[in-house]
């Protein structure tokens, strides 16, 4: 049987080992891969080749960079390649109806949540960030909406207490890399049938801002740990130092503590164990920090060369002024 002739388009890292075990597949061929264009990174603003790139060019892949995959040309040089199916992780463009069209079988699309929930740009932060027990990977046929196709196959997996974006980030990468390989024969050969997403449950997952890591005190300490693990490695969380010169302190290793006798933001206790912080409810215990700049350190460390009183304050202000992270 002849292999399925694949474009796939992706750009991030969740992409990779998708694209990875296709260009090995026996029963796929990737005849290109569609990335975004290279971008300028780091101090010297040197041009830098997506994740995606970078994995292609290693499987000795064609390469497309489109500034806009809507443009004439970009549509015409993938025509004629004649793909059966594209396969879409994490493009970030949203596709005209002329390339949803283009193959066969159209294209699938893999997204990181349990569609109709937490579609849009970041759903593995906002499941964290909910405080969800589960999350997964849905594999659906593209239309023009926003993540709003009907649903081919899905994958679930359970999110510990100890899940971050960053660990499940890679577990998803590859529970999805995994489903696609297994629902592609079956949606092409016809035995897999894509079925409407459900009404209920629908809700969007905006893109994370680096204002969004700042913490708010008077939230619950399971919100601000949701938190925190949310936006573990990226934008990181953090909060400042209320009438000291250190500017902006990141936490992470963070542990609910349920009972709380202080204001939010109060330090209720600083010591080699961890510094106990009052929230809304409860209160949260802070292991490892990093000061503006600097590399991470667990919190014994850290007091080893900065003072903290208790009773002093985290937050701008008593009333802080911190970015609520709501969708």
Not at 31 to 40: E, G, S
Not at 196 to 211: D, H, L, N, S, V
Not at 223 to 234: E, M, Q
Request: a neutral charge.
């Amino acid at each position: 049987m002849k292999p399925v002739q694949i474009v796939f388009m992706g750009t991030a890292e969740l992409a990779c080992e998708s694209l990875r075990r296709l260009s090995v597949d026996e029963g796929s061929e990737v005849v290109a891969v569609v990335t975004q264009p290279d971008r300028p990174k780091g101090r010297a603003l040197k041009l830098q080749p997506t994740p995606v790139k970078r994995v292609a060019l290693d499987h000795g892949l064609a390469v497309l960079q489109p500034i806009k995959a809507r443009s004439p040309e970009f549509m015409e040089q993938l025509a004629a390649y004649k793909p059966d199916l594209i396969v879409v992780v994490a493009y970030g463009q949203m596709l005209p109806k002329a390339i949803l069209n283009l193959p066969r079988y159209g294209c699938l699309n893999v997204h990181t949540s349990l569609l109709p929930k937490y579609r849009g740009a970041a759903p593995i932060q906002w499941a964290l960030l909910q405080g969800d027990e589960e999350t997964g990977v849905t594999i659906m046929r593209m239309d023009e909406g926003l993540d709003t196709g009907p649903i081919v196959a899905v994958a679930r997996t359970p999110i510990s207490s100890l899940d971050n974006s960053q660990t499940l980030h890679d577990r998803l990468a590859s529970l999805g890399a995994h489903l696609l390989l297994e629902t592609i024969p079956g949606y092409v050969g016809g035995t897999m049938e894509a079925v409407p997403q459900p009404t209920e449950g629908a809700c969007y997952a905006r893109k994370i801002t680096k204002e969004d890591g700042e913490i708010d005190w008077s939230l619950t300490a399971k919100a601000v740990c949701n938190r925190v693990r949310g936006f573990t490695p990226w934008p990181g969380a953090f909060t400042y130092l209320r009438d000291e010169p250190l500017k902006m302190l990141k936490i992470a290793g963070v542990a609910v503590m349920e009972a709380s006798h202080g204001e939010c933001g109060q330090i209720l206790r600083a010591s080699r164990q961890g510094i106990v912080v009052g929230c809304g409810e409860g209160s949260l215990e802070i292991s490892e920090v990093q000061k503006e700049g600097g590399r991470w350190m667990p919190v014994s460390e850290f007091l080893a060369g900065h003072r903290l009183a208790e009773g002093a304050y985290f937050g701008r202000s008593k009333t802080d002024r911190a970015v609520p992270c709501g969708g």
